[in-house]
């Protein structure tokens, strides 16, 4: 093979990776609306964002409850973790609801994000308390160099953390 080959099979190797990872996106975005369908369909009222935490945490759910809560952690998670903490220059693994390690620290972080921001529970630290003992080490633990997300790091993006 010559360097043009190798660079052509590069390159449409990083276009295969941005199309899966794309399509894991689209797959949150289907779980999401899946969620959404079902509310309307059964007439209950919509769900809001930050409704009171699950009274159970998301592994000692049922079926149908586990799906319910994923889909309201995913929206958490996309729409104000990643883009509030994360940031575009961290590499966040576009299918982190595959890694069980991820869906349960990502739960409990938001269940201490709704008990602790609201300060008329938690007082005027919650916040603070939050972040130091809550948010950074869940991100420390997922970045880690044996955490979940150790092989989806690269420009390929998710990969199982045994292949």
Same mark, same amino acid.
């Given at each position: 093979?010559?360097?043009?080959? =190798?660079? +052509? $099979? /590069?390159?449409?190797? $990083?276009? +295969?990776? *941005?199309?899966?990872?794309?399509?894991?996106? *689209?797959?949150?975005?289907?779980?999401?609306?899946?969620?959404?369908? /079902?509310?309307?369909?059964?007439?209950?009222?919509? !769900? /809001?964002?930050?409704?009171?935490?699950?009274?159970? %945490?998301? %592994?000692?759910? &049922? !079926? $149908?409850?586990?799906?319910?809560? *994923? @889909?309201?952690?995913?929206?958490?998670?996309?729409? %104000?973790?990643?883009?509030?903490? @994360?940031?575009? +220059?961290?590499?966040?693994?576009?299918?982190?609801?595959?890694?069980?390690?991820? +869906?349960? !620290?990502?739960?409990?972080?938001?269940?201490?994000?709704?008990?602790?921001? =609201?300060?008329?529970?938690?007082? @005027? &630290?919650?916040?603070?308390?939050?972040?130091?003992?809550?948010?950074?080490?869940?991100?420390?633990?997922?970045?880690?160099?044996?955490?979940? %997300?150790?092989?989806?790091?690269?420009?390929?993006?998710?990969?199982?953390?045994? /292949?």
């Amino acid at each position: 093979m010559t360097y043009t080959d =190798d660079r +052509v $099979d /590069s390159g449409l190797t $990083d276009r +295969v990776s *941005l199309l899966q990872n794309a399509m894991h996106k *689209l797959g949150a975005d289907v779980i999401r609306l899946q969620t959404q369908l /079902s509310e309307i369909a059964t007439a209950a009222p919509p !769900r /809001s964002q930050e409704r009171a935490p699950a009274s159970q %945490f998301i %592994f000692n759910l &049922s !079926r $149908d409850e586990y799906r319910g809560e *994923l @889909a309201a952690l995913v929206s958490w998670v996309n729409d %104000f973790l990643i883009p509030v903490y @994360a940031g575009p +220059v961290t590499r966040w693994c576009p299918a982190w609801w595959e890694h069980h390690e991820a +869906v349960g !620290r990502l739960h409990a972080l938001r269940l201490s994000y709704l008990e602790l921001t =609201d300060t008329t529970i938690s007082g @005027a &630290s919650g916040p603070g308390i939050w972040h130091r003992d809550h948010l950074d080490p869940v991100l420390d633990r997922l970045f880690a160099p044996d955490g979940p %997300f150790v092989n989806c790091l690269g420009p390929a993006g998710h990969r199982p953390k045994d /292949s």
